[in-house]
């Protein structure tokens, strides 16, 4: 299937390339064929990807992101990772006085954020530089609201995660035939 059609296809249903990011964009990262041999398996595990060349820092889609787990090196980790799910949950400003200190050598890390008025400070477990999925939890829940929710289709180190309300993460799923269908990543429905 043409690239063309999957990404008209996934905009369509909610997952369209962020504005002025093109399939030039896209094939810089890999070969149409690989694109076009695998319909939508491709393009949407490289939707929560940066796009690979100048300017730096743009994203190939604003509901989706490719969330390295392996990712807590130091301070500013815990709030890069809720700066991110805010920018998918399509809330950039939702997390204020946000602030996070991580010290792998002692153990300690923990974030802190106001959202909705209430202040919230979660420690979080120290495992070398994996991520504290427990904490990353209660940043998800505090963003996801009126039916839009975090939805994954992976495991593993790298979690492909998308921003979407169930009627079109389950239209998504109509896509495939052969591939792990995405489900919500707080549990529930789907």
Not at 68 to 94: F, M, N, S
């Amino acid at each position: 299937m043409e690239l063309e059609t999957q990404i008209s296809r996934l905009a369509e249903l909610g997952l369209p390339l962020a504005a002025g990011r093109t399939v030039d964009d896209l094939l810089h990262s890999l070969p149409r064929d690989l694109f076009e041999r695998r319909p939508y398996e491709v393009l949407m595990s490289l939707l929560g990807a940066e796009v690979e060349r100048e300017p730096w820092g743009r994203w190939f889609c604003d509901r989706a992101w490719n969330f390295d787990t392996e990712c807590v090196h130091g301070p500013g980790a815990y709030a890069g990772i809720a700066r991110q799910l805010c920018r998918i949950a399509g809330r950039p400003d939702a997390f204020t006085d946000l602030r996070d200190h991580v010290d792998l050598g002692s153990g300690e890390a923990w974030i802190e954020y106001t959202v909705d008025g209430r202040t919230r400070r979660w420690s979080a477990e120290v495992h070398d530089d994996w991520a504290d999925m427990l904490v990353v939890a209660y940043l998800m829940e505090d963003l996801e609201r009126d039916g839009w929710r975090f939805w994954t289709g992976d495991g593993g180190q790298v979690v492909n995660l998308y921003f979407l309300d169930e009627a079109t993460a389950h239209r998504v799923n109509g896509l495939f035939t052969d591939r792990r269908p995405l489900v919500p990543v707080l549990g529930g429905a789907g």
